[in-house]
């Protein structure tokens, strides 16, 4: 979660909703993001990107983590 990045970037009521649905409410409130569901412990890149945001997600394709610009 940066300031670096415009508009809204990080959505903490999504923590404990679906992946699937958590993906498509950041795409409505920020159509500037792509929202990326991903599994917990998958590899990922470290780069640093305003216009993405990662929708970790357990085994149950519950959201985990905070997504948040990155």
């Known amino acids: 979660m940066s ?3 415009p508009e809204k970037n990080a959505w903490p009521e999504l923590l404990g909703k679906r992946g ?3 993906a498509s409410v950041i795409e409505r409130e920020n ?3 792509d929202a990326v569901v991903i ?4 590899p ?3 780069d640093f990107r ?3 945001v990662r929708v970790w997600v357990n ?3 519950i959201v985990d ?3 948040a610009s990155g």
């Open 3 to 5: 300031s670096e990045c």
């Open 20 to 22: 699937d649905y958590a």
């Open 31 to 33: 159509p500037r993001v």
């Open 39 to 42: 599994l917990e412990g998958s």
């Open 44 to 46: 990922v890149t470290g």
């Open 50 to 52: 305003c216009d993405r």
């Open 59 to 61: 085994s149950h394709g």
């Open 65 to 67: 983590r905070i997504p």
